[in-house]
């Protein structure tokens, strides 16, 4: 699933379709139909919204993406049983992997940047995409919004039924507007954690081969 399709799920899920006017009490009983849940559903999808974002980033940034961090980790994996401590462990199997692959501390480092070039490179997919969907999904409404305020002015006898119309469509902007900064919040929280993960991880490895 792409940024794309997370941010939707994050500011449109379980949102009503708005549906034209078809006669004044109709049109008003699927309006207050329509409103009720909105609230609700965006605070239940922002905590699901946070762990799709950080399990995305997680997939992406995961040891096993660099060469050069699952070879090391293919060397310490063997060693898990017969040396328990982890700095003990990974020395021994960088001085494995030295001899037998060619592999260096400063590879494996390096290997820790290409994961945060990795992480940039996705808050800038993120940055793109939400900024897409900002001009596409929530400006597109506020202009239906405008639209709709028009038309109040020809249609005298709708004009009760198309006031709760904005009304609703209205909320429903806020709200996804509302997500959408939910949204990025969310992300720059996976953002960081995932981010102090990796630098945590990275200065273990510093320290551990010393």
Request: net charge neutral.
């Amino acid at each position: 699933m792409t940024f794309k399709d997370l941010i939707k799920n994050a500011i449109f899920e379980e949102e009503p379709q708005a549906k034209q006017p078809i006669n004044p009490a109709h049109g008003a009983a699927t309006a207050r139909a329509a409103a009720s849940p909105i609230q609700t559903s965006a605070v239940m999808s922002s905590a699901a919204s946070d762990n799709q974002f950080y399990n995305r980033l997680a997939k992406q940034t995961d040891l096993s993406a660099v060469p050069e961090l699952a070879k090391i980790e293919s060397f310490a994996a063997p060693l898990q049983t017969v040396i328990q401590e982890k700095s003990l462990r990974y020395k021994a199997a960088l001085a494995t992997a030295q001899s037998q692959a060619g592999l260096t501390k400063q590879a494996i480092m390096k290997g820790f940047d290409t994961l945060i070039s990795t992480l940039d490179s996705s808050a800038n997919a993120f940055q793109k995409q939400s900024d897409d969907i900002l001009k596409t999904e929530v400006d597109a409404r506020t202009a239906q919004i405008s639209d709709l305020s028009a038309s109040i002015q020809q249609k005298q006898k709708e004009i009760a039924d198309i006031e709760q119309q904005i009304k609703s469509m209205q909320s429903a902007v806020d709200v996804s507007r509302s997500r959408l900064q939910q949204a990025k919040a969310n992300f720059a929280a996976a953002y960081e954690r995932r981010k102090a993960e990796i630098e945590q991880q990275r200065r273990e490895f510093e320290t551990i081969l010393q």
